[in-house]
C-alpha cells in the first residue's frame, strides 16, 4: 500500500504547484501481498488512503480524474480506488460508437453511489504507441486523460469555476444524466 502513500505525495506537490487538474490514470485494488488486498466493502468513496487523499485534493480545489479500471473481465470486477472517491471522477471506457468496453470496470461504489461517473474514448483509442508511433490501444487508462483533457478545456473557458462546479458540469451535460447506470454512469458528457 506503499503505492497509495506515493499517489498522496504526488497529489500533495501537484497542490503546492498550483494544479487545478489531477489524472490519475491507475488505481488499486490487489496488491502482489494478498494481506494487502482492498475489498469491495473498502470501496465506499472514503476508506483507503489513497481516495482519502483523493477527495482531499477535491477539497482543496483539485478536480481529480480518475481511471474506473480495467477489471470488468477479472475477478475483481468493479472499480478501484481512488475512483470510488466521493469527489473523484471515474471514467469508464468506450469506442467510438459510444459501446461500453468489455474490460471497463464496474460500478457502483460500495454502498450504491454513481460509479463510473462518466465515460469517454478508451477503446480503440487512437495515441502515440510506446514505440513512438501512432497506433491505437485500449484501456480506462486512455478514457481518463481524454477526460481530464476536456476538463482542462471546460476550466480554461470558465476560469473561475470550482472543481465541484466544474464535476457537475461534465456529469450534468452527460447523455444520460437523467438515468445513470453501473456501467458508464451519467454517460458521455458533451
Request: hydrophobic residues 40%; aromatic residues 8%; charged residues 15%.
Amino acid at each position: 500500500r506503499v503505492e497509495e502513500d506515493n499517489w498522496i505525495a504526488g497529489a500533495e506537490l501537484a497542490d503546492s504547484l498550483g494544479a487545478d487538474i489531477i489524472n490519475s490514470s491507475l488505481g488499486y485494488s490487489t496488491f502482489d501481498d494478498s494481506q494487502m488486498n482492498h475489498t469491495f466493502a473498502d470501496m465506499t468513496g472514503s476508506k483507503t488512503r489513497v481516495t482519502q487523499g483523493a477527495n482531499m485534493a477535491f477539497q482543496k480545489g483539485i478536480l481529480v480524474v480518475a481511471s474506473a479500471g480495467n477489471e470488468a473481465t477479472n475477478s475483481w470486477k468493479r472499480i478501484i480506488s481512488p475512483a470510488d472517491g466521493q469527489n473523484v471522477l471515474a471514467v469508464a471506457a468506450v469506442d467510438k460508437s459510444r459501446v461500453r468496453a468489455p474490460f471497463s470496470s464496474l460500478g457502483p461504489a460500495y454502498g450504491g453511489a454513481v460509479k463510473p461517473n462518466v465515460a469517454a474514448m478508451g477503446w480503440g483509442t487512437y495515441l502515440i504507441t510506446s514505440a513512438g508511433i501512432p497506433g491505437n490501444s485500449s484501456g480506462t487508462s486512455f478514457s481518463s486523460p481524454v477526460l481530464a483533457g476536456m476538463a482542462a478545456c471546460l476550466l480554461q473557458a470558465n476560469p473561475y469555476a470550482n472543481a465541484k462546479q466544474l464535476k457537475t458540469a461534465i456529469e450534468q451535460s452527460a447523455h444520460q444524466f437523467g438515468k445513470p447506470d453501473s456501467l458508464i454512469g451519467y454517460g458521455i458528457p458533451d
